[in-house]
Structures are given as C-alpha cells and as structure tokens.
C-alpha cells in the first residue's frame, strides 16, 4: 500500500545552522505535499505545502523542495531558533486523503 | 482556515466502557476526517465522515469498534468502543481546507 518514509528520526542542530528533513512517498498519484509542525502537547499545524506542479517553494526560514521523479521531497529550516524544536511531519496524498510520514524530532541547541 | 473544537480534551476511561468524541466546525464542510496518534507515534487515519452516508474505514479500522456520526456539515463524532488499554492514544479530528488539514486539539484518552 501507500508508504511515506521520513528521515531521520531526530535532529540536533546548533541554533543558527540549517536542518534538513527528507521524506520520500510511493505512490505516484501523489500530488500535494504538506509539512505540519507539532509541539509537545499540541495538534499539528501545517506550516508548508507544495504541489506536483511546483519544484520549490519558500516561505522566509522554511523552503520544501519536491522531485517528483524520485519521489522524493524535503523540508529545509534555515537560522534555526529555539523555538523551531518540535515534531515535523510529511504527508503526500492526494483529494483529500494522506499519508503521514513517521515524524522528525527536531531540537535546536542554544 | 476552519477552526475546530474539540471535546473532551482528555478523559481517563475503565477498560470495556465507550467514549463519544465531539468535533465542531465554524464552516460547512463536506468530509471530516477522524485520525488516532499513539504515543510519539505518526498520525493515523480512522475513517473518513460525509455527511449524509456511511463513514469509510481504513485497513484495521472497524465500525463496530469506532461507529462516527455525521449529522450535519459542522459536526461529528467518534465512539471508541469496548476499549482496552491498547485504544490509549491521541484522537484528532481534521477537515481539510483548501488543502493541507486543519486539525482540532485532540483527545487524549487513557484507558485503565
């Protein structure tokens, strides 16, 4: 069946650098692209999306890029901040219905 | 996007009773989704609600065990039934506004 695979399972970066989340997806129907961010306790909450028809896209400190060829998209933090620690979560789908990826636990070192 | 409220926000339940959970919306929709998160766990989806019609289980998801109710386009509700232990989780509803999921806060249901 439908498959999202994310890595890695955590990341601990020096604040001020980058981090990067990869996740890659298996079915190929797959058109829409969204990144939710969860901190402890809360509900998810989307933070960046992209469609199929898009290679990039940005939003200030987060950009996803998505090859569609492979499969795979990322997640890129830049200027990392304290406050970016948390669970990041992929998803790919398509009308209405996704699949998750395992989730990322981020943490930034102050 | 939509706002959803969510309740309860959490309960702790005697194993081999039920618990009904109740999802809001501010906005006509026309499918909500019911979605359960184990602990440190990825989302996983229960079942898809329209109004009007049956909900749509997922693999390993059934009816009897979690019956939803669909009313109207604002509303819903998910029974977790019969439960276990094994049902301790995060309960979230969701609608999906313009795309990407609005989620609400969630149920954190503990079952001794």
């Known amino acids: 069946g439908e498959n999202v695979e994310q890595h890695p399972s955590t990341l601990s970066v020096q604040e001020g650098d980058s981090a990067v989340i990869k996740c890659t997806y298996s079915?190929?129907?797959?058109?829409?692209f969204p990144w939710y961010k969860q901190e402890l306790g809360k509900r998810p909450q989307l933070i960046i999306d992209i469609r199929s028809n898009v290679g990039e896209k940005k939003d200030q400190r987060i950009a996803v890029t998505l090859n569609k060829t492979a499969k795979h998209f990322s997640l890129h933090i830049t200027e990392t901040q304290p406050e970016d620690s948390a669970v990041y979560f992929c998803?790919?789908?398509?009308?209405?219905?996704?699949?998750f990826g395992t989730g990322t636990r981020l943490k930034v070192l102050a | 996007s939509a706002v959803i409220s969510q309740k309860p926000s959490r309960d702790i339940c005697q194993r081999g009773t039920s618990l009904t959970i109740q999802c809001q919306v501010d906005?006509?929709?026309?499918?909500m989704f019911w979605y359960r998160q184990q602990p440190g766990q990825s989302l996983t989806l229960i079942a898809t609600a329209n109004q009007g019609s049956e909900a749509t289980y997922e693999s390993g998801f059934v009816i009897d065990k979690f019956p939803i109710s669909r009313p109207n386009l604002t509303f819903s509700t998910l029974t977790v039934s019969n439960m276990s232990p094994e049902d301790s989780s995060i309960y979230l509803c969701?609608?999906?506004?313009?795309?990407?999921?609005?989620f609400g806060s969630g149920t954190r249901l503990t079952v001794v």
């Open positions: 969701s609608v999906d506004w313009n795309y990407g999921y609005t």
């Open positions: 998803a790919a789908g398509s009308t209405y219905k996704y699949i």
């Open positions: 906005s006509q929709v026309t499918m």
């Open positions: 079915d190929s129907a797959s058109n829409y």
